[in-house]
C-alpha cells in the first residue's frame, strides 16, 4: 500500500464534514422545489465524477425519485472540455417528457459539456424541465450561459480531486475535495 497517496494534496477545501453539511442543506432546498410537482423526478448523474456525490445525495433526499447515469467525453486539445462531447454511455430511457430531469455533476467548470448536454435532452428526449445541481462550481471559468441551480460549493480555479474527482484516475476515493499540488501536473 501506498501511503503517500493523500500527499498530492496542497491544502484541503472542503472537508468531509462540510459536505456532509452542504448535501443536507442542498437536498432540502431540492425537496421544496419538487414538492408540487405532478412529474417524475429523475436524478441524472454524469460518470464517473458524480458517484460519490450522487450517493450521498440520492440517500439525503426524502422524495420519490429514479436514478440514471450516463458516461460522457469531450475531444479537444489539453484537459479543457470543449463544446465536442461524445456518449460514451447513454441513457436507458427514451421519452423523458413526463420527468424533472435533475442532472447531478461533480462540478461545472467552462459549462460545455452540461450546455451541450442540456440541449441534447431537450432535442433527442423531449426533456422540458431540467435543472442542474454539482457539488463545485468554478465560475470564474465559464465559457458557456449556463448556471447551477442546486450547488454546494463555489469554488477558486484550481484543479480539485477527492470525492469522486479524479486526476489521472485517481483520488476519486478520497473522502474530502483538496486543491491537487501544482507540481504533481506541471
Ligand atoms: P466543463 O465542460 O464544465 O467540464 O468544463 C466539467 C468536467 O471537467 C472536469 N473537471 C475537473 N475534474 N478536477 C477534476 O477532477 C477539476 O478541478 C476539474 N475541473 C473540471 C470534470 O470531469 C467535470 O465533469
Ligand atoms: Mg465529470
Not at 97 to 112: A, R, W
Not at 169 to 176: A, C, G, M, Q
Request: charge should be negative.
Amino acid at each position: 500500500m501506498n501511503l503517500d497517496y493523500e500527499n498530492v494534496v496542497e491544502r484541503v477545501l472542503c472537508s468531509g464534514e462540510e459536505i456532509s453539511e452542504r448535501v443536507k442543506s442542498v437536498a432540502r432546498d431540492i425537496e421544496k422545489y419538487y414538492a408540487d410537482s405532478d412529474k417524475k423526478l429523475l436524478l441524472l448523474g454524469i460518470l464517473k465524477g458524480s458517484v460519490v456525490f450522487m450517493a450521498d445525495l440520492m440517500k439525503e433526499l426524502k422524495l420519490p425519485l429514479e436514478v440514471d447515469f450516463m458516461k460522457l467525453s469531450s475531444y479537444g486539445k489539453g484537459a479543457v472540455s470543449t463544446g465536442n462531447i461524445v456518449i460514451k454511455a447513454g441513457l436507458e430511457k427514451k421519452d423523458l417528457s413526463g420527468y424533472n430531469v435533475l442532472i447531478v455533476e461533480d462540478i461545472l467548470d467552462t459549462g460545455n459539456t452540461l450546455y451541450w448536454l442540456v440541449d441534447y435532452l431537450k432535442r433527442e428526449h423531449g426533456a422540458q424541465d431540467i435543472k442542474i445541481c454539482t457539488l463545485l462550481d468554478k465560475p470564474d471559468r465559464r465559457e458557456k450561459p449556463i448556471f447551477v441551480d442546486f450547488g454546494c460549493f463555489s469554488i477558486p480555479d484550481e484543479f480539485v480531486i477527492g470525492y469522486g474527482l479524479d486526476y489521472n484516475e485517481l483520488y476519486r476515493d478520497l473522502p474530502y475535495v483538496g486543491v491537487l499540488k501544482r507540481e504533481v501536473y506541471e
